[in-house]
C-alpha cells in the first residue's frame, strides 16, 4: 500500500511539474532593424508544438513553420501556390547555416559578455531585470524576465528568419526586449516580445494533407558529403 501511494505520489509531482514547465499562448515578435523595417512573427505554442507565422515583411516563400522543440522536427509550409512541405532536423539546418556562413550576419556563437545592472521594470505583468553587454562594435540591452513561454528556444531560428537581432538566448531566464547599437553609426535594431497566455487548438500544428511533402531531414544525412549540398540547401530553403 505505502509503495503504491509512493508510486502516486511521484507521479502526481512529476505531472505537476511538467504542467509548470508547459507554455499554452501566443507570443507576438516584433523586429525592427537598423534600417528601422519591421517584421512581426506570429508565434503558437502548445506545451512542445510551435506553430510560427510571419505577418508583416516576413519570407514570402513561406505561409507558415511548424516545430516540435522536443522532436527538433521543423517543417516549412510554403506559400499557397507551391503546395510544398519540407521537413528538417531543426539543429542540423541552423548548424549548417552556421558553419557554412550561408547567411550574413546569421550566427550562433553568443556575441556579447552580458551583465545584470541594478534597473528593473515591469511589463505585461512580467518582471524583468536590465542586463547590458557590448563587443567591439556593439552595445546591447536586454530585458530579462521569468515565464515558462519558451522564448530563448525560439531564438535561433528566429534569428535565420531574420526576425531578430544579435542578441543569443544564452539566459536562464527569458528574453522579452532588446536593443542591439552599432558603437560607429549609432544605428540600432530592436526585439519586443508580448505574450498572451490563451487556449491554442491543435489543428494549429497540422500539416497541409494535400501538399508534396520533401524530407530534407534525411537528405543532409544522405549528401553530407556532397559537395552541392550548400547549394542545394540554399536553393531550396532561401532563408
Known amino acids: 500500500m505505502k509503495r503504491t501511494l509512493s508510486v502516486f505520489l511521484c507521479l502526481f509531482i512529476f505531472s505537476f511539474l511538467e504542467a509548470q514547465n508547459s507554455f499554452e499562448g501566443t507570443l507576438n515578435v516584433l523586429y525592427t532593424n537598423d534600417k528601422s523595417e519591421t517584421v512581426l512573427c506570429e508565434i503558437k505554442i502548445k506545451g512542445d508544438d510551435v506553430y510560427l507565422k510571419q505577418v508583416q515583411n516576413g519570407n514570402a516563400k ?74 567591439e562594435t556593439q552595445k546591447a540591452v536586454a530585458w530579462i524576465g521569468e515565464s515558462t513561454a519558451p522564448v530563448n528556444s525560439l531564438i535561433p531560428f528566429l534569428k535565420l528568419l531574420g526576425n531578430w537581432n544579435e542578441t543569443d538566448g544564452s539566459f536562464k531566464n527569458q528574453i522579452f526586449e532588446t536593443e542591439v547599437s552599432n558603437k560607429a553609426n549609432k544605428k540600432n535594431s530592436k526585439v519586443k516580445v508580448s505574450i498572451t497566455k490563451e487556449p491554442v487548438a491543435k489543428e494549429m500544428f497540422v500539416l497541409p494533407k494535400t501538399y508534396l511533402l520533401k524530407d530534407f531531414a534525411k537528405l543532409m544525412i544522405e549528401e553530407r558529403d556532397n559537395k552541392n549540398l550548400k547549394m542545394i540547401i540554399q536553393a531550396f530553403a532561401q532563408f
Open 62 to 135: 513561406y505561409d507558415r513553420f511548424v516545430i516540435n522543440l522536443k522532436s527538433r522536427e521543423l517543417y516549412t509550409v510554403s506559400a499557397h501556390d507551391k503546395k510544398i512541405t519540407i521537413k528538417y532536423q531543426l539543429d542540423s539546418l541552423l548548424n549548417f547555416y552556421d558553419r557554412n556562413n550561408l547567411k550574413e550576419g546569421f550566427s550562433l556563437n553568443p556575441k556579447f559578455n552580458f551583465k545584470i545592472s541594478d534597473k528593473a521594470k515591469t511589463d505585461e505583468g512580467i518582471s524583468m531585470a536590465k542586463y547590458i553587454g557590448e563587443n
